[in-house]
């Protein structure tokens, strides 16, 4: 049992959240997946849903592409709302 | 021994003995996972057991606590299934076990949550869920066991032979006061049987698995016999307490 495949965990700790990513487990196939999930990550009550993922199927970004992938957002901070000034007297903003 | 005492007492032995059992594959299931996931059950199982002994000590009004009751009877007192009782070092008949003891004990306590009694109709209401889940689990290995290579058939099919002869003490009635059924406090387990069999026998179908043609066992655990291995379960679990009585930390 030690060929079992790697499985992505992740945990909506309530309604209206985000799935968090919460860690990554072993388990033969997806049902056992989740079971495992519910037994090590929401033990304590920690959440309202699961999703598992096997690990093989995420496609990751890589140290490597660091510089090309999130550079570039680093001199524009007009993307940032805080860069305009809100006129005075708009309401519904 | 009053019969509601000795009810209670009964249900209660049944998850104590389990979980017990259940303990020992901490560190020893063949996977990381499958260590939290046994011993969640077997916590399940403990949490039940100590409502229920507590509530037998009340129930019995001589002032033994649960931790007495659990720690401080001898094997003749024990009032367990000699199901849960044996020994379990094999993964196939741990769950081929749980199988079982989960099917009779959802029924069990889906019935029981209508007692008259409100201190097991709670105890009930709570352990309903969790057993839910261990039948689940157990369900999800037979399947993948049963249906699985030609070994693990072979073996899946030797573990549910070799728990099947026990099957019937679950639901033998003969030991439950006719007054407790009567007065709304007990379920009769005779009751239980076949709609805990409609829970095991689809499993053990889509497993690809035969019902064992098997004697039941003689039995006799709920009048306090008990087999060879009980003693040695005994023996682990309460000679922390009787070695050093009192002792906390």
Known sequence: MNDWPLWEVFVRSRRGLSHVHAGSL??????????????????????????????????????????????????KIYRHPTFYDVPEGVEHL | ??????????????????????????????????????ANIGLDQLGQARSLLAHAGEVEGAG???????????????????????????FGVAMARLLIFAAYQAELYAALRASSDLTLAGVAGKAVKEVAYHLDHA?????????GTEESHRRMQAALDAEWPYLDELFDGSWVAPELLEEGVAVDPASLREP????????????TLQTPEVLPAVGGGRRGLHTEQMGYLLAEMQHLTRSHPGATW
């Open chain 2, 1 to 38: 021994m009053t019969p509601q005492f000795e009810y209670v007492l009964a249900l209660a032995d049944d998850a104590l003995i389990s979980a017990q059992r259940m303990g020992w594959w901490i560190s020893r299931a063949p996977q990381l996972e499958e260590d939290v996931a046994l």
């Open chain 2, 139 to 147: 369900r999800q290995w037979v399947l993948r066991l049963g249906d």
């Open chain 2, 64 to 90: 033994r606590s649960e931790d007495d009751l659990a720690y401080l009877r001898d094997e003749r007192d024990f009032r367990n299934v000699q199901l849960v009782e044996r020994d379990q070092s094999d």
């Open chain 2, 196 to 207: 805990a069999l409609g829970r095991i026998m689809p499993v053990l179908r889509e497993a």
């Open chain 1, 26 to 75: 072993h388990a033969p196939d997806a049902e056992l997946a989740l079971r495992n999930a519910r037994d090590l990550y929401t033990r304590r009550q920690e959440g309202v849903s699961i999703w598992v993922v096997r690990s093989s199927d995420i496609e990751a970004s890589t140290p490597d592409e660091r510089d090309s992938f999130f550079d570039p957002a680093a001199d």
